[in-house]
């Protein structure tokens, strides 16, 4: 009766668990050799009009937050994106909602149980390959507000090396890009599993934790001759 009890309690925690958002998940594998893209253009990053946001899930609910772009930069060769490097500063990683900000999360979250910022104050992702899709295209001035999961309008397939605590693995994933005027824009929605690189704190026993995770990116860049 008491093991029957307790894998009861298991299903229903297991079975009540708040979903990870439904958006695309991106395919994760091998780093990837970065080759040079012959870029005639550079175009960096706005940090201050880019963003990256973040959603996790857990039994009991879910939380959100941001992550800070410390430097960042894209290729660009007669008017197509080609590639790019970011770099996110991890210190900054935080959660914003209220329940996850008022309970010390962005603490814990920066810990060894899972990012641990102090001996991996940064991240990078390094893009390895764009492939233009057969979509129509993004007219947006500005950046899109992240505010759905799931992209409706993607026009390119991006691909490239996200390095997360010391561990280096190739991502793709759709995305938004708009170039207008000299100035680039991009959104990203997908789904990453931590465990790839190797973060898998499991919660506590009563309220555990996804390890699928959303990622959402919105950025802004001003193209420059190089």
Known sequence: MFVSAL?????????????APDSDEAKVGDAQEVQDAGAAMIAEVDLASSKVEWVGTKVTGRHNGEIRMSKGSLQMTEGALVGGKFTLDM??????????????????????????????????????????LDSAPVD?????????YKLSNPTHEIAGNLTLKGVTKSVTFPAAVNVSQ???????????????????????????IREIVHIGIALKAAVQVS
């Open 7 to 19: 894998s009861m309690t298991a299903a229903m925690m297991i079975g009540g668990c708040t979903q």
């Open 91 to 132: 210190t900054s990683m935080s959660a914003t909602d209220k329940m996850g900000a008022e309970n010390g999360l962005t603490d814990h979250l920066q810990s060894a149980e899972f990012f641990e910022v102090e001996k991996f104050p940064t991240a990078e992702f390094v893009i390895t390959g764009v492939r233009k």
């Open 140 to 148: 947006a001035e500005d950046v899109p507000e992240i505010n759905q």
């Open 182 to 208: 000299g100035s680039v824009s991009a959104t990203a929605k997908f789904n990453i599993n931590r465990a790839d690189w190797g973060i898998t704190y499991p919660g506590k026993p009563d309220d555990l």
